[in-house]
C-alpha cells in the first residue's frame, strides 16, 4: 500500500494548471472562474461548457510573443510569432491574437475564412498544409495571404500558377524536414522522415531551384515544426542547426542572403501537478533557441535571418476549461481483479468511475493520445476523503475518457459541477458529433464578466443534416407515418 505517498490535493486549485484567475471562494470553496462561480456560468451557458479567460489567453500572448521577441532582438535580428489557429480559432479569439501583436498561422480554406472574417490582415497570415487544394490556394492568394507555406513541389506548380493568375508575387517558406524526432507522442512528432509533412531538408536545394524557375514566388526561407506538446528544448535547438546549415547553400543558390527561419510551435503545456508535467518557461526556451540561431549563423558566416514561431497550445491551453455535470458514479474494485495493480493507482483498493455529460466528443485527447488532464469539484469543496476516479463521458465506447486517474473527494457525487483543466487547446477544434452530441458553446470570461464566443450546436441543427429522400413517407413526431 502507498498511501503514505498519497497527498490529498483533491480541492486544490494548482495555479500552473488552472488559468490563474481560478480560485475557490469563500462561500463553499466553490470554484470561481475570473471571478465568476462555474454553476453560475453552467446555469447561464449550459452543460458542458467550455469556457475561456480571455484575460489569461491574452496576457498568455503578449508573454509569449514578448519573450521570443526580445530574445531574437538580443542576438540583434527580429521574430514574428504566429497563433497556430488550428489549437482554437473563432473570430472573437482571433481578433484576441491580432490585438495582442500576433500573426495568424492557418491551415485549411475554413481557418483562413474565420481569421479574414475576424478582420486579421491578411498580410499578417500564414497559410499551411500538407495537400491545400487549389481553390483554397486561389483564395489564399487572391485575399494577400502574407506567406504560403510550400509542402511538395506540387504545391509550388499551384501557388506559382494562382499568383501568376492573380498578377502578383507570391511569398513562399518551403516546409522541411529536419529529420529530428521529437521527444513526444508519434502522432505528434512531424519532423522525423516518415510522416506526410514537409520535404527532406536534403532536397531544399533542388526545391528551392524549382522556385526560383518561378517569378511570380518569392522565396523567404525555410520552416520546419518539429512536433507538438515538447518540453525539451535539446530537439528545437538541433533542428534550427540543422536548418541553418543549410542557409549558406540556399543563398549560393537564390544569390542573396535567406532572409527568414521558420521554427514552427510545439512548446509543452503541464496539464497535470505531477512533476513530470513541469513545463519550461517560456523565456528559457526562447533564450535557448535565440542562443543557438545566433551561435550557428556565426559559424556558418550566414547573416542572422528574421525569426518565425508558430506557438498554439501554449498560448490558449491553460486560458481554458472545460464544465462538465456529473449524472452517475460507480465502484469498480481494484484489489483482487484479474488485471495486475498499476503503480499510478497508488495502490487505492478501487477505482470510482464518475460518468459526465459530455466526453470523447468534446476531449478526443486522451482517446487520440492517451492524454492526461486534472479534475475538481467546482461546486464545493469536501473533506471526504480522496478517491481514485477515472472520468468517462457518456458515449458508446469504453476509451471514452475524459481523465484516465485523478484524485477526487470519495463523496463526489450526481450533480455535481466538474472542471477539468487546461482544455483551452485542441478539444474544441478536435471536437465532434459522435453518437449525435451537440458541441458545447465556448464562453469567454473577461474582467469578470461572461459572454459566449461560441455557439453550442443544438439537437435540430444536427437534424437538419439528415436528406429526407422524397421517396419515403416522412414519419410524424408520434412515429406514425403520413
Ligand atoms: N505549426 C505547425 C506547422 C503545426 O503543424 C502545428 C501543430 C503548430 C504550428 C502548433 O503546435 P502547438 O504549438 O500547438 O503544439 N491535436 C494534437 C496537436 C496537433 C498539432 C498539429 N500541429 C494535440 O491535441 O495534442
Known amino acids: 500500500m502507498t498511501q503514505a505517498t498519497r497527498t490529498d490535493t483533491s480541492n486544490a486549485i494548482d495555479p ?46 503578449i508573454e509569449v510573443r514578448s519573450a521570443l521577441q526580445s530574445e531574437a532582438e538580443r542576438i540583434g535580428t527580429s521574430a514574428t510569432v504566429y497563433y497556430a489557429t488550428k489549437a482554437f480559432l473563432c473570430i472573437e479569439v482571433a481578433r484576441w491574437m491580432a490585438e495582442e501583436g500576433l500573426a495568424i498561422d492557418v491551415a485549411s480554406g475554413g481557418e483562413l475564412a474565420v481569421a479574414l472574417a ?32 510550400l509542402d511538395s513541389e506540387f504545391e509550388t506548380e499551384r501557388v506559382a500558377q494562382a499568383a501568376a493568375r492573380a498578377g502578383i508575387r507570391q511569398r513562399v517558406r518551403l516546409r522541411v524536414n529536419s529529420g529530428v524526432h521529437a521527444s513526444t507522442h508519434d502522432f505528434l512528432a512531424t519532423s522525423h522522415e516518415d510522416q506526410k509533412f514537409g520535404q527532406p531538408l536534403s532536397e531544399a536545394p533542388r526545391l528551392v531551384r524549382d522556385i526560383l524557375r518561378h517569378d511570380n514566388l518569392l522565396f523567404v526561407g525555410l520552416h520546419c515544426h518539429i512536433g507538438s506538446q515538447i518540453f525539451a528544448t535539446s530537439g528545437f535547438r538541433e533542428s534550427a542547426r540543422r ?85 452517475t458514479t460507480k465502484s469498480v474494485q481494484l484489489a483482487g481483479s484479474n488485471v495486475a495493480a498499476d503503480p499510478a493507482d497508488l495502490g487505492y483498493a478501487e477505482r470510482l468511475y464518475v460518468s459526465v455529460d459530455g466526453g470523447m466528443s468534446d476531449n478526443a485527447r486522451p482517446a487520440l493520445y492517451g492524454a492526461d488532464y486534472q479534475v475538481r469539484i467546482a461546486n464545493r469543496v469536501s473533506e471526504a476523503e480522496p478517491a481514485l476516479v477515472r472520468v468517462v463521458g457518456k458515449h458508446c465506447e469504453s476509451g471514452d475518457i475524459v481523465v484516465q486517474r485523478d484524485e ?39 474582467d469578470g464578466e461572461a459572454r459566449l464566443i461560441v455557439r453550442g450546436e443544438t439537437e435540430d441543427q444536427l437534424l437538419a443534416m439528415s436528406v429526407i429522400s422524397e421517396t419515403h413517407d416522412t414519419p410524424d413526431t408520434n412515429g406514425a407515418t403520413k
Open 243 to 327: 536548418l541553418l546549415g543549410a542557409y549558406p547553400e540556399l543563398a549560393a543558390i537564390t544569390g542573396r542572403p535567406i532572409p527568414e527561419l521558420n521554427l514552427g510551435g510545439g512548446f509543452g503545456i503541464a496539464y497535470t501537478s505531477a512533476a513530470a508535467d513541469e513545463e519550461p518557461a517560456v523565456a528559457d526556451v526562447a533564450r535557448e533557441l535565440a542562443d543557438i540561431v545566433a551561435e550557428t549563423a556565426s559559424e556558418l558566416g550566414v547573416p542572422l535571418p528574421h525569426l518565425a514561431f508558430e506557438p498554439g497550445r501554449s498560448i490558449i491551453g491553460q486560458a481554458g476549461v472545460t464544465l462538465y455535470t456529473v449524472g
Open 16 to 61: 500552473r494548471v488552472f488559468p490563474p484567475t481560478a480560485r475557490r471562494g469563500r462561500n463553499c470553496g466553490e470554484l470561481k472562474l475570473n471571478g465568476i462561480r462555474a454553476t453560475a456560468l453552467t446555469e447561464q451557458f449550459g452543460s458542458p461548457l467550455y469556457v475561456v479567460d480571455e484575460n489569461a489567453a491574452r496576457a498568455r500572448a
Open 408 to 446: 477526487l473527494p470519495g463523496d463526489v457525487r450526481p450533480g455535481d459541477t466538474l472542471a477539468v483543466a487546461a482544455t483551452g487547446a485542441y478539444c474544441w477544434s478536435l471536437s465532434s458529433n459522435y453518437n449525435y452530441v451537440p458541441r458545447p458553446p465556448v464562453v469567454a470570461l473577461r
Open 118 to 149: 475576424a478582420g486579421v490582415d491578411p498580410a499578417r497570415i500564414g497559410f499551411h498544409g500538407n495537400n491545400k487544394s487549389v481553390q483554397e490556394i486561389e483564395r489564399a492568394v487572391a485575399a494577400g495571404v502574407g506567406t504560403i507555406i
